[in-house]
């Protein structure tokens, strides 16, 4: 199940909720308030090449960082 942030338009509330599929998105109420005015966030991912130690975040200038002591 995909991981999506979300924020509030009631109270700016920012949160994350797992969703089964885009049309259950209609239905993710706000934690904070119960507000069903939310708006989903265009989040950064990262991700792991097989067989390499290094990791790539996902954004409009794709950067790369190593673990810790390598």
């Known amino acids: 199940m995909p991981l999506f942030e979300f924020v509030c338009s009631k109270c700016n509330q920012t949160f994350e909720e797992l969703v089964r599929s885009a049309n259950v998105i209609e239905e993710v109420l ?36 190593s673990p810790a002591g390598t």
């Open 30 to 65: 706000c934690p904070s308030c119960g507000s069903s005015e939310i708006k989903k966030k265009i989040s950064m991912f990262a991700s792991k090449s097989s067989g390499s130690s290094s990791f790539s975040l996902g954004s409009a200038s794709s950067a790369s960082c």
